[in-house]
């Protein structure tokens, strides 16, 4: 069965710090990848999504960028941090537009 | 662009009332259409979908027809419950290969025993 892995849970940065969050899924091959954040009232913004390795897609301008190294991971990174970063960051995968798309359990980014 | 937009709520309803939550949508091509459900404490997980027009999506009495002349995709329930409490998300994905998935705003619904 597929999973998918996101970590970490939660994580406190100051601000002008790096940032790396990762993901994994496992049990599928060249899945479809994204990075969204949420935000209480604004619902789940698209920031990142991948159609396979080195293909990333932005979809907002920021401080923020994606990378995907290997087939099923998907890695969320910033140089330096800044306080409007805070926020719910979701990752998901899927394997097109027929099928659901599965999420990970979120990482709680507090800039301070 | 491409985008979802979705009835704000919150929404509160007594149990056994009629659900009605609107979404439109803007899209090139044919998009595929869903409604994702977040319970209270716990992370999204697929509703429904329908994937060309004139389909309709049904789940745990939920139903939504994807209807292109209107863009539209409202999620509808005859008689909702107590349980049915959550935040419900109408997404859209566009281009078999683009990859690009959107999600609305979301809409918090509130039943009362």
């Known amino acids: 069965s597929q999973t998918i892995h996101q970590w970490p849970a939660t994580l406190v940065q100051p601000v002008g710090s790096p940032l790396s969050l990762e993901c994994t899924v496992e049990?599928?091959?060249?899945?479809?990848l994204y990075w969204y954040r949420q935000a209480a009232g604004r619902g789940l913004q698209l920031l990142f999504y991948?159609?396979?390795?080195?293909?990333i897609s932005s979809e907002v301008p920021q401080n923020l960028s994606a990378s995907r190294p290997q087939d099923r991971q998907f890695i969320l990174s910033s140089k330096k941090l800044l306080l409007s970063d805070s926020g719910f960051y979701l990752c998901?995968?899927?394997?097109?537009?027929?099928?659901?798309?599965?999420f990970g359990q979120g990482t709680r980014l507090t800039v301070v | 662009g491409d985008s979802v937009t979705q009835m704000e709520g919150p929404v509160t309803l007594s149990e056994e009332a009629f659900l009605t939550i609107n979404c439109t949508y803007t899209?090139?091509?044919?998009?595929?259409l869903f409604w994702y459900v977040q319970y209270p404490g716990e992370g999204l997980q697929l509703l429904l979908k329908?994937?060309?027009?004139?389909d309709k999506g049904s789940n745990k009495g939920f139903e939504a027809t994807y209807r292109k002349e209107t863009t539209s995709f409202h999620l509808e329930k005859g008689s909702v419950q107590v349980s049915d409490s959550a935040v419900y998300f109408c997404?859209?994905?566009?281009?078999?290969?683009?990859?690009?998935?959107?999600f609305g705003r979301g809409t918090q619904l509130t039943v009362w025993p």
């Open positions: 991948s159609v396979g390795i080195g293909q």
């Open positions: 049990g599928t091959s060249n899945p479809n």
């Open positions: 899209a090139t091509g044919y998009p595929s």
């Open positions: 997404a859209l994905y566009v281009g078999s290969t683009l990859g690009r998935l959107y």
């Open positions: 329908a994937t060309k027009a004139d």
């Open positions: 998901a995968w899927s394997t097109g537009g027929l099928t659901e798309a599965f």
